[in-house]
């Protein structure tokens, strides 16, 4: 039995604030960087720390997507990440941007995961789109003028996403799309969509890619979706209904959309597991300081021998997949031949075992842990979608496994 206790809005954030005092042990995230590296992670950290940590709660309860803290981000660099300085970018190498993107999950795991999602979509185009498509879109996302949403999942097609059947059909100089996408994040409140459709027959190559204005007629959304966590981030299924599209909005080829989906998302495997990397630091620096001030048989928690193995046991995997998801970057990065696995291993790993890491940070809190005053609760519930998005476990299982397996 635990007793509610009233805290000020200040206290609630006491364990953010004085927590770092375990920044220079074994789990230090700035082992291994380099000095532009370590600025870049500072940057990121204090942005969440002062702009992101003390609305993350409120965030979650009122379920609202913090549009102007996000783009305030963007003055630091982080709408564009990827991006060439030609449209407003940083040009960051994968490491870097995996980096940033856990600092920036300490503060908040959802708004983060929202910004690799936009990032996401920004480097598609910057990377694929023509110059006229990148010229009219990349500086405006760069600067989160505009924000994005990634759209492939559908009701009927999550895991085996060539299946998916939303249509794109060519009528002279227009695609005429109709079909539905589902579980879009920041659907209804961003400005732009990557669309993945059906201009072909069955199967990947039949998949193209286009760029889609939420402004176009025929675009309409369902209810937001009641989540577990990323509350703050909304979430519903997004319609297409004889919506026209000018040919010029395809990105890449006809029939290329499957693999820029595939390319898109080995980035973005990176950035989740980044982000479930932040939300294992925080909530170890946060039971840390916890087990420290807490008090039980006449002596702090963290002086009782099991409580010390289990926060050796959770450094020891956040040391751990943070090895693992910065070698799937530098490998991303070099465009190295098992760099899909790689990518697929790392969010497999990072995400099942930091998120044991958050439970176990939430047990060791005892009661405490299980209330909405305390932010351990909310990394818990934030990361658990993350073993689910861009591509479950059990898939990740599948790609590393086809690549050990193709070698006999």
């Given at each position: 039995?635990?007793?509610?206790?009233?805290?000020?809005?200040?206290?609630?954030?006491?364990?953010?604030?004085?927590?770092?005092?375990?920044?220079?042990?074994?789990?230090?995230?700035?082992?291994?960087?380099?000095?532009?590296?370590?600025?870049?992670?500072?940057?990121?950290?204090?942005?969440?720390?002062?702009?992101?940590?003390?609305?993350?709660?409120?965030?979650?309860?009122?379920?609202?997507?913090?549009?102007?803290?996000?783009?305030?981000?963007?003055?630091?660099?982080?709408?564009?990440?990827?991006?060439?300085?030609?449209?407003?970018?940083?040009?960051?190498?994968?490491?870097?941007?995996?980096?940033?993107?856990?600092?920036?999950?300490?503060?908040?795991?959802?708004?983060?995961?929202?910004?690799?999602?936009?990032?996401?979509?920004?480097?598609?185009?910057?990377?694929?789109?023509?110059?006229?498509?990148?010229?009219?879109?990349?500086?405006?996302?760069?600067?989160?003028?505009?924000?994005?949403?990634?759209?492939?999942?559908?009701?009927?097609?999550?895991?085996?996403?060539?299946?998916?059947?939303?249509?794109?059909?060519?009528?002279?100089?227009?695609?005429?799309?109709?079909?539905?996408?589902?579980?879009?994040?920041?659907?209804?409140?961003?400005?732009?969509?990557?669309?993945?459709?059906?201009?072909g027959g069955k199967g990947p190559k039949g998949v193209s890619a286009l760029i889609i204005d939420t402004d176009t007629p025929g675009i309409s959304y369902g209810q937001k979706e009641k989540k577990i966590g990323w509350n703050n981030q909304p979430t519903c299924v997004v319609n297409f209904d004889?919506?026209?599209?000018?040919?010029?909005?395809?990105?890449?080829?006809?029939?290329?959309?499957?693999?820029?989906?595939?390319?898109?998302?080995?980035?973005?495997?990176?950035?989740?597991?980044?982000?479930?990397?932040?939300?294992?630091?925080?909530?170890?620096?946060?039971?840390?300081?916890?087990?420290?001030?807490?008090?039980?048989?006449?002596?702090?928690?963290?002086?009782?021998?099991?409580?010390?193995?289990?926060?050796?046991?959770?450094?020891?995997?956040?040391?751990?997949?943070?090895?693992?998801?910065?070698?799937?970057?530098?490998?991303?990065?070099?465009?190295?031949?098992?760099?899909?696995?790689?990518?697929?291993?790392?969010?497999?790993?990072?995400?099942?075992?930091?998120?044991?890491?958050?439970?176990?940070?939430?047990?060791?809190?005892?009661g405490y842990g299980y209330l909405k005053s305390y932010p351990v609760q909310q990394f818990w519930r934030d990361s658990r979608v993350h073993r689910i998005l861009e591509g479950t476990s059990e898939v990740m299982h599948m790609l590393v496994a086809r690549d050990l397996l193709k070698h006999l």
């Open positions: 039995m635990f007793c509610l206790r009233s805290c000020s809005r200040s206290s609630l954030f006491k364990l953010l604030s004085n927590s770092r005092s375990i920044s220079s042990s074994c789990v230090d995230p700035n082992v291994g960087l380099t000095t532009d590296e370590i600025e870049y992670r500072d940057a990121a950290l204090n942005f969440a720390k002062t702009e992101l940590a003390p609305n993350m709660q409120t965030w979650d309860l009122t379920e609202e997507f913090p549009v102007d803290t996000i783009k305030r981000s963007a003055d630091l660099g982080f709408g564009g990440l990827f991006v060439s300085p030609d449209y407003g970018g940083l040009s960051l190498p994968r490491h870097d941007g995996s980096v940033i993107f856990e600092a920036l999950s300490q503060g908040c795991v959802t708004t983060a995961s929202y910004i690799t999602i936009h990032n996401m979509v920004n480097a598609m185009i910057d990377t694929f789109g023509t110059e006229v498509q990148k010229e009219r879109y990349c500086p405006d996302l760069s600067s989160m003028e505009k924000l994005a949403s990634y759209c492939l999942t559908e009701p009927g097609s999550g895991s085996d996403a060539a299946a998916l059947v939303t249509n794109a059909r060519k009528e002279g100089s227009k695609y005429i799309v109709n079909g539905s996408k589902a579980f879009i994040s920041g659907a209804g409140a961003t400005d732009l969509l990557v669309v993945m459709t059906r201009t004889d919506v026209e599209v000018p040919c010029e909005n395809l990105l890449g080829a006809e029939g290329q959309g499957f693999n820029l989906a595939m390319h898109g998302l080995n980035g973005g495997r990176i950035n989740i597991a980044s982000c479930s990397l932040g939300a294992a630091q925080q909530c170890l620096e946060d039971v840390v300081q916890y087990t420290h001030d807490r008090k039980a048989f006449n002596q702090p928690l963290n002086a009782n021998q099991h409580v010390q193995f289990k926060l050796a046991e959770m450094a020891t995997e956040i040391t751990t997949a943070r090895l693992i998801v910065r070698q799937a970057a530098r490998s991303l990065d070099a465009k190295e031949p098992n760099a899909v696995a790689l990518c697929a291993m790392c969010k497999l790993y990072a995400t099942e075992r930091l998120f044991k890491v958050c439970d176990d940070a939430l047990q060791l809190h005892g």
